[in-house]
């Protein structure tokens, strides 16, 4: 006769055996049995997941009151929080949070952190508010000839041995024009290398012209601008840019709200 493994090994055991899993297969044990679902909510297992340095980033917050709300939160909250609520650390420029499947860190470069050519210039960009951002302040495109937007990240703060993917978070204003007419340059570097593919594409493509953004769900599109692996944190940089350089078309109406970083296949 079989015996339940539940039957013989304590919860204790079986949170710390079910440690050196991942957090999909966590989630999933949890369909298993009571004990199994009581034993998968430990913050053995979920304080493994958390990234090393993660208490150490979340101090930058630039918000008191999400210090305090994840200073009382257990570990395994605490994984949640950061998978479903980004924090807004440096100076309110960046974002940090945690891939649900993985646990990987996910970075967003705030349009502020952001170096966007002319970007100081009022005629050329206004720096607004808008409720659905997470950022204080998006960058808002009344117009110009030539667009060049960057942003750079320091690959020894993310996750090793990881692919990750950037995304450009944007959306159109009312009155747009430009960008339907003539396609962007998208592209993804590491500072250490000459590696790096660029993509062409349309942000306001016409009906006979392929689609390349998508709905985030959260009131804003995205765009893939590339991908590079992150082998050790030691390549130095990750380069992000997005240019159109043609003195001829003028552009307007396109609101950035930043650079999402997350692993590939995240979402």
């Known amino acids: 006769m079989k015996s ?49 340095d993660c208490y150490d980033i979340i101090s930058n917050s630039s918000s008191s009151s999400s210090n305090q709300l994840i200073a009382s939160m257990s570990k395994t909250q605490l994984y949640f929080h950061l998978c479903n609520n980004p924090v807004i650390i440096d100076n309110g420029t960046m974002s940090f949070g945690l891939d649900k499947a993985t646990g990987k860190k996910c970075y967003m470069l705030g349009a502020r952190r952001l170096s966007i050519a002319w970007a100081d210039t009022p ?14 302040e998006v ?17 020894k703060i993310l996750s090793p041995k990881t692919t990750y993917v950037a995304y450009l978070v944007y959306k159109f204003a009312t009155s747009r024009s430009g960008f339907e007419k003539k396609p962007v340059d998208l592209h993804v570097e590491l500072e250490e290398s000459d590696a790096g593919r660029t993509f062409r594409v349309f942000l306001d493509p016409s009906a006979n012209i392929p689609q390349f953004s998508r709905d985030r769900g959260d009131g804003w599109m995205e765009v893939k601008l590339g991908e590079f692996f992150n082998e050790h944190g030691d390549d130095g940089k990750a380069i992000c ?17 930043g650079i999402d970083i997350r692993p590939k296949d995240c979402r």
Request: one cysteine or more.
């Open 4 to 52: 339940d493994i539940t039957n013989i090994l304590p919860e204790e055991c079986i949170s710390y055996i079910l440690s050196f899993t991942s957090p999909t297969d966590v989630c999933r044990s949890k369909l298993v049995s009571p004990v199994f679902r009581s034993a998968a909510d430990s913050d053995t297992i979920w304080g493994k997941f958390l990234p090393s």
């Open 123 to 136: 005629n050329y960009w206004r720096w607004k508010r808008l409720p659905e951002s997470r950022f204080s």
């Open 139 to 155: 960058a808002d495109l009344k117009q110009v000839w030539w667009l060049d937007v960057k942003g750079t990240i320091e690959t």
């Open 241 to 257: 840019s997005l240019r159109e350089v043609d003195n001829y078309t003028p552009k307007k109406g396109i609101i950035i709200e």
